[in-house]
């Protein structure tokens, strides 16, 4: 009788040796998901083989080296609450993390926006007029929503109102998507900015909130050469277990028998392998999968795949003869006048990205789509490029600038356009119906997911193939911990039937935040009562403001001078939220009884049809 061999980091889990022989795990990627699952089939002993196209591990997360000199692709942050991911972080890298401040800002018309907003900051940045307008198209916007969210327009609207949409969201969005904000899909938004709004972007001005808001963490770890540096380890880790990783390999063809696959055809050194398997997990782009089968899919799958589209970017990596330039890990650029999307500051990431510490290096992010202009741009074009914009922003000077360099990032962001949707349901019931497949990462389930949750996916697909759990990876996405919840099939029904009303009631009704519209009624108040006073006792006169003088009746300490202009601000924000927050409540409270009421309706309708049936 075969000897049971434990299964390594799964206490209570046994295999066979003759069943652990008989598998051949064959792992397509070596970015964050791909690596992961091949980390934690080495654990269980399966020695899997991953094939990488690239001559480095790390895909999307991969670091980059000129001259000594670190450079990030996008810039990785390690923030996690997912258990299992932050706890591989430590066995794999544990010491060589660094503790990094968050500081990122908005270039906006010239200046310089404190992200998240900070008051002071926002109110000198846009100007009171400005200001102004912000809240009361928030306002307006809260009031009278769009009542379907299909657009990220739409979503962003609902919550910021459209004068800031146009402001901070609207340049810098089509920048990265290449698209109108009005044909990206609200999917995108919900994913990267959930829990986010201007409630709680203002409320996360002034006190510091319980729950963590992934958009808003003031700390991140980071490794200290960068996201390649833990890729690197993993890859060790892989091999020391007796896994495999194969670089410079390409997978042009993919073969099957049926629902299975059988093996993949790799391209190494101008020369075609075929290397067979049990189990394969990818981590290449959907799209690219599923051309490279053969047989081919049926035709309608084929037509699905091309109307997926990927978003690209290039990095121009500038080096500089400064030893600091601004504070700030990253800048989002948001103007319009320069064509550059996004700076990364590596020696803030960490100062071991540079070698030298009397100079610094500075990342220029380009968003573009593979195959035109900016992509098919010269080198030293687009370095001198980056040069002109660094110098134009005002982060460094041009003749500061010694050297740079340029890497191209391909397939970096899965555009969810207009079409992607039916596309992707249809491609995810193909791959679904294959036996001993796992498409795992952004690429291999066309979502854009942070580096976590795609590790995520490697990790549970490795333990759908080897151990058999049956673990959804398209549930898990950048804004949701995954998890299983199990209800019985009656109360699955009545939840189901109170989602299905709560949403309709949503759609109609959507809720009117009273700490939001508080906010905003309390601003206008204020503000109002600020510049009618002041107004007043610029005009001047015999007698200044007596009717606006008899406030003071009701607010003590109030009068129209420029010291009570200010008690007036006061007063008018106090008076403004409370009647603001009383309306939310009253408005929130009525449409509550009406949904309870339905609620019951349907309830007492689905007893009675039960009642009918026996």
């Not at 080296?65 to 997912?82: A, E, L, Q, W």
């Not at 990265?176 to 829990?195: F, M, N, T, Y």
């Not at 924000?573 to 409540?585: D, K, L, R, S, Y």
Request: charged residues 25%; proline residues 4%; contains cysteine.
């Amino acid at each position: 009788m075969p000897q049971p061999v434990k299964k390594g980091g799964k206490e209570g889990h046994f295999m066979p040796q003759r069943e652990t022989a008989e598998k051949q795990f064959v792992i397509i990627g070596a970015g964050p998901a791909g690596l992961t699952a091949a980390y934690e089939l080495a654990k269980l002993d399966l020695h899997p083989l991953v094939v990488e196209e690239y001559d480095k591990v790390g895909g999307l997360a991969r670091t980059e080296n000129y001259k000594g000199f670190h450079f990030d692709m996008g810039g990785h942050r390690f923030f996690s609450k997912v258990d299992d991911v932050n706890k591989m972080w430590r066995e794999v890298l544990n010491g060589n993390f660094l503790r990094r401040p968050r500081l990122s800002r908005i270039f906006y018309n010239c200046k310089f926006f404190s992200y998240p907003l900070k008051p002071l900051n926002a109110l000198v940045g846009l100007g009171f007029l400005e200001s102004t307008w912000i809240l009361l198209s928030y306002l307006k916007w809260q009031i009278f929503p769009y009542r379907q969210e299909d657009s990220f327009e739409q979503w962003v609207t609902n919550r910021f109102g459209k004068r800031l949409f146009q402001t901070f969201f609207k340049t810098y969005t089509e920048k990265v998507w290449g698209i109108p904000c009005s044909e990206l899909k609200a999917e995108w938004a919900a994913q990267r900015i959930k829990d986010l709004s201007l409630k709680t972007a203002l409320i996360s001005m002034f006190v510091k909130s319980k729950k963590t808001i992934k958009t808003l963490i003031e700390e991140f770890d980071y490794p200290r050469l960068g996201p390649g540096m833990m890729w690197k380890a993993v890859q060790e880790e892989i091999e020391r277990r007796n896994g495999r990783v194969q670089l410079n390999s390409d997978v042009v063809q993919i073969n099957r028998t049926e629902q299975r696959i059988d093996s993949i055809v790799i391209s190494e050194n101008g020369e075609q392998k075929t290397i067979p398997g049990t189990h394969f997990i990818s981590s290449m782009p959907l799209t690219d999968f599923v051309k490279r089968l053969r047989p081919e899919p049926p035709s309608e799958i084929l037509q699905a795949a091309e109307r997926l589209k990927y978003r690209d970017f290039l990095t121009v990596c500038l080096i500089v003869d400064k030893p600091d330039l601004f504070p700030d890990n990253w800048i989002y650029v948001h103007d319009p006048a320069v064509r550059v999307g996004r700076i990364q500051n590596f020696k803030n990431w960490s100062p071991d990205m540079v070698p030298d510490s009397s100079k610094s290096s500075l990342g220029m992010e380009y968003f573009c789509t593979e195959g035109d202009e900016l992509w098919n741009m010269l080198d030293a074009d687009l370095v001198e490029l980056g040069k002109h914009e660094a110098q134009r922003i005002g982060l460094a000077s041009y003749c500061d600038i010694e050297d740079g360099c340029v890497f191209r990032v391909p397939k970096s962001y899965p555009v969810y356009d207009s079409d992607y949707r039916d596309s992707l349901v249809r491609l995810k019931e193909f791959v679904s119906g294959l036996e001993n497949f796992q498409t795992v990462g952004r690429n291999g389930l066309h979502r854009y997911n942070n580096q976590d949750h795609a590790m995520l996916t490697g990790m549970l697909a490795a333990r759908n193939l080897a151990l058999g759990e049956r673990n959804d990876l398209w549930s898990v996405n950048a804004d949701q911990e995954y998890h299983e919840e199990i209800r019985a099939e009656a109360d699955l029904l009545l939840h189901n039937i109170g989602e299905s009303i709560e949403g309709a009631l949503a759609r109609v009704f959507l809720k009117l935040d009273r700490v939001a519209f508080g906010l905003s009624l309390g601003t206008i108040g204020g503000l109002a009562l600020f510049l009618a006073t002041l107004i007043l006792v610029l005009k001047g006169g015999d007698v200044v403001g007596p009717r606006l003088e008899l406030l003071s009746q009701y607010f003590p300490g109030y009068s129209v001078t420029a010291a009570g202009s200010v008690v007036g601000l006061f007063y008018g924000f106090i008076t403004g939220f409370t009647g603001g927050w009383g309306f939310a409540f009253l408005r929130n409270a009525v449409v509550f009884l009406y949904a309870a009421i339905m609620h019951r309706r349907a309830e007492l309708d689905l007893l009675r049809k039960l009642v009918e049936y026996f």
